[in-house]
């Protein structure tokens, strides 16, 4: 478990991060969401140390970070950054095997992890001894992944992770990583500015603004039962997409018909925006009537 425990930055005098406080359970995936400034990354880079915060305590496990040594601290979790810092000179087996070296793994061990994480993360083989200017955005940004989980850390952290990727190759990643067992079993703090991004990735999302917690809750609680005009405001644009994404199909039971229900292909656990983004991409009739499900979208809202 990672707990924060009224965590306080200031940056020449300014407050970053003002006082904030809450825990990551094993297994859980935490987003920190907000726009720039908010004081989100700050609050990750204390986590590892690469901020120390002003007052306040980090612990994980129960134990004070300032009582690990800090690079073994930081090789016990894995750290992955918008832009991928890879190291330009190395080859993407070097850059994956550079803390599995600093560890003194022997190379059979780093070669069969290695080999692991490229067919779980699709990987193609073949670009091992590519340096990262010939590969793609893509490309980058799984062998950042792979760099990070190589050593199984049991604390993986994300800084806007997804935001250099366009938008397809983005939804495509996250995917592959929601269906990971290697990342379901990880205490995970991510960072972004992505209202959509945090919804599809977190088991629960801290709203922040101006160094202070607006929110913490699951994507459910933030969309209907907030009562912060922050949040309200800031999911506002985006609503209906968030909302098709959280309710599950299985909660309109009582406002469709049984024979919907019936002739329909969908499956137990699936959101409506699931169904619907299923049954459009196949062409096939995964629902025999999606205006009707609409319908019984709304009628469940009210």
């Known amino acids: 478990m990672l707990s924060l425990k009224n965590i306080t930055k200031k940056f020449d005098g300014r407050l970053a991060v003002d006082g904030i406080s809450f825990e990551v359970e094993t297994g859980e995936t935490l987003v920190l969401l907000g726009t ?70 022997d190379k059979k061990k780093i070669l069969n992890e290695m080999e692991s994480l490229f067919e779980k993360l699709n990987l193609d083989p073949t670009i091992r001894d590519k340096f990262p200017e010939q590969l793609s955005g893509g490309q980058k940004q799984r062998v950042g992944l792979a760099r990070a989980l190589i050593t199984q850390p049991a604390v993986l952290l994300m800084d806007e992770p997804f935001g250099a990727l366009d938008s397809i190759t983005r939804i495509s990643i996250r995917k592959e990583l929601k269906g990971l067992a290697d990342f379901q079993e990880k205490t995970i703090v ?51 997409q968030l909302e098709l994404k959280t309710v599950k199909i299985d909660e309109l039971k009582s406002v469709l018909p049984v024979e919907w229900y019936m002739n329909s292909g969908f499956k137990s656990g699936q959101s409506v925006w699931e169904v619907l983004e299923d049954s459009l991409a196949s062409g096939d009739a995964t629902i025999p009537d999606p205006g009707m499900l609409m319908k019984g979208f709304f009628s469940f809202k009210k």
Request: hydrophobic fraction near 40%; include cysteine.
């Open 190 to 240: 991510m960072v972004t500015h992505d209202v959509q991004e945090a919804f599809d990735m977190a088991d629960r999302i801290c709203v922040m603004d101006q160094g202070r917690i607006m929110q913490l809750g699951t994507p459910e609680s933030l969309l209907f039962d907030s009562s912060n005009a922050f949040v309200k405001q800031f999911l506002k644009d985006q609503r209906l």
């Open 36 to 105: 720039s400034g908010c004081g989100k990354t700050t609050t990750l880079r204390m986590i590892n140390r690469l901020e120390e915060p002003d007052s306040g305590d980090i612990l994980l496990d129960g134990k004070s970070v300032k009582d690990f040594d800090v690079q073994e601290l930081r090789r016990g979790m894995g750290y992955v950054l918008q832009n991928h810092g890879l190291f330009p000179h190395y080859t993407v087996a070097e850059n994956i095997a550079t803390v599995p070296n600093l560890m003194n793994w």
